[in-house]
C-alpha cells in the first residue's frame, strides 16, 4: 500500500513539473504545495510506528536483565549481615576491640604449660629457660596475655615428672590427718614402687593435692636414704581422718590447664630402661591428659651413636609432635641464638654433639642454648597450626 501511494506521488509531480515548465511562477507555489500535501498524506496512521514496532518494554529490559524486587530483596539480605559486622566492628571501641581479641586468642589457646626437669626450669641458663623464651615470643610475634606455665622441677625423673602432671599414681602409707592445719609427715610412694624425690626440689603443678578428700600442701621433709618423705598440711581444720595405706593422691594439675598445649621433655635423669620404655611413658602422659596438642622434646646430650635408636623410635611414634632437639641445636642453634660457629663445629656436626657455647655444663644448656630451644618450639607450634586461632583472632580485630 505504501509503496503505490509513493509510486503515484512520484507520478503526479512529475506531471506537474512538465506542465509547469510552460507556465509562471505561481505554478512552483502550486507544486511545492502539492508536494507537502503529498507528503502529510504519504505518512498514514498505518505507516506510523506502531506498538508493535516499537521497543517494547519486554524487548528493552527482559526480566533476565532487569533486577526484580526479589533479586534486590535477595542482595541486600546477602550483604547485610556483612554490612553490619563492619558497621558492627567500626562502631567498637578500642577497649571493647581489644576485650574481643583477647576473648578469642584465649579460646584459640588458653595456656601453654611446659613439664620437665631442671633443662625446663632452666638451670644453668642466668635466668633464661625455654618457656622465658617461648613466652616472649608470643608477646611479641602473636599477643600477650598467653599464659606459658613454667612446670620444669630440678633433679626430677620421668616418673615424678608423671606423677605431677597427674598421670602417674601416688600413694600414701597409713597416717592419721590431724584435725588442725598442723603438718604431719607422710611417706609417699609411686606406683611400681618407683623412686620419687617429691617437693624436695620444686612442686609445680602439684599443690594443692588431695589426700582422702582433704585438700592439703604437700612440702619436702628431707631423709638422706628416702626422698620419699613429705609434710602434708591441710588446708583448712576439719574432722580426724585416718588414712589407709594405698590411698591415692591426686594432684592439683589434674583439674589444671584445661585445653593447654602441653611441652615434655623429660629423661635426662633417667628411670626409663629401653627406648621403648620411654616411648610407652610418653605415651602414657599423652593419653592420661587426654593431650590432642603436645610438643616431646628429645634429649640434648648425647651423639648420633648413642641416641639414633631412641630419636628414631620416637618420630616414628610421635611425628611431628616430637622435635629431635639434639640434632636441631647442632644444625641451628648457634645461627638462632645470634652466635658466631667457631672453627671446631665440624667436629660437634659430625658426631651429633651440642656446641660447648650452648651449654653450661656437661648436661644444662646456657641462655643461648635455652634460647634457641624456645625458638624451635615456638616454630614447631606455628608449623602444627597451633597459633592458627590467635591469627585469625588478630585478622578480625587487629592487634
Given at each position: ?63 533476565e536483565e532487569t533486577t526484580t524486587p526479589e533479586e534486590t530483596t535477595t542482595q541486600e539480605e546477602t550483604t547485610m549481615p556483612e554490612t553490619q559486622t563492619e558497621t558492627e566492628q567500626a562502631a567498637l571501641s578500642e577497649e571493647e576491640r581489644r576485650a574481643l581479641l583477647n576473648q578469642e586468642a584465649a579460646q584459640a589457646v588458653p595456656g601453654i604449660v611446659c613439664w620437665g626437669d631442671s633443662l625446663t626450669y632452666g ?277
Amino acid at each position: 500500500m505504501i509503496k503505490w501511494r509513493r509510486l503515484l506521488t512520484t507520478l503526479c509531480v512529475g506531471t506537474v513539473l512538465l506542465t509547469a515548465c510552460n507556465k509562471n511562477d505561481d505554478v512552483a507555489i502550486i507544486i511545492t504545495t502539492t508536494q507537502n500535501e503529498l507528503t502529510t498524506q504519504e505518512t498514514t496512521p498505518e505507516e506510523t510506528t506502531t506498538p508493535e514496532e516499537t521497543t517494547t518494554p519486554e524487548e528493552t529490559t527482559t526480566p533476565e536483565e532487569t533486577t526484580t524486587p526479589e533479586e534486590t530483596t535477595t542482595q541486600e539480605e546477602t550483604t547485610m549481615p556483612e554490612t553490619q559486622t563492619e558497621t558492627e566492628q567500626a562502631a567498637l571501641s578500642e577497649e571493647e576491640r581489644r576485650a574481643l581479641l583477647n576473648q578469642e586468642a584465649a579460646q584459640a589457646v588458653p595456656g601453654i604449660v611446659c613439664w620437665g626437669d631442671s633443662l625446663t626450669y632452666g638451670y644453668g641458663g642466668n635466668g633464661e629457660s625455654y618457656p622465658g623464651t617461648l613466652q616472649r615470643l608470643i608477646d611479641e610475634r602473636l599477643i600477650s596475655g598467653i599464659p606459658v606455665v613454667n612446670n620444669g622441677v630440678c633433679v626430677e625423673q620421668t616418673y615424678t615428672i608423671m606423677a605431677r602432671a597427674g598421670v602417674w599414681p601416688m600413694m600414701v602409707d597409713s597416717f592419721v590427718m590431724p584435725s588442725g592445719i598442723t603438718p604431719v609427715e607422710i611417706h609417699v610412694n609411686l606406683k611400681n614402687g618407683m623412686y620419687t624425690n617429691l617437693t624436695c626440689f620444686g612442686d609445680a603443678g602439684l599443690n594443692p593435692v588431695t589426700i582422702a578428700g582433704v585438700r592439703g600442701i604437700l612440702t619436702s621433709s628431707y631423709h638422706e636414704d628416702d626422698y620419699g618423705y613429705c609434710y602434708f598440711t591441710r588446708i583448712e581444720p576439719g574432722e580426724e581422718v585416718y588414712v589407709e595405706y594405698g590411698t591415692p593422691i591426686e594432684s592439683a594439675s589434674v583439674n589444671m590447664y584445661e585445653g593447654y598445649i602441653n611441652v615434655i621433655f623429660m629423661g635426662e635423669n633417667g628411670y626409663f630402661q629401653s627406648a621403648d620404655d620411654l616411648v610407652l611413658q610418653y605415651q602414657r602422659f599423652i593419653e592420661g591428659r587426654g593431650l590432642t596438642r603436645y610438643i616431646l622434646i628429645g634429649l640434648t646430650t648425647g651423639d648420633n651413636n648413642g641416641r639414633s635408636v631412641l630419636e628414631q623410635k620416637m618420630t616414628e611414634s610421635f611425628g611431628d609432635h616430637y622435635i629431635n632437639m639434639r640434632t636441631e641445636l647442632v644444625s641451628r642453634g648457634p645461627d638462632i641464638a645470634g652466635l658466631e660457629r667457631s672453627v671446631d663445629d665440624w667436629y660437634n656436626i659430625q658426631e651429633g654433639i651440642v656446641m660447648r657455647y650452648l651449654m653450661s655444663d656437661d648436661i644444662h644448656l646456657n641462655e643461648y642454648g635455652y634460647r634457641a630451644v624456645g625458638t624451635i618450639v615456638y616454630e614447631r607450634m606455628e608449623a602444627l597450626g597451633y597459633f592458627d586461632g590467635i591469627k585469625n583472632a588478630i585478622a578480625k580485630y587487629g592487634n
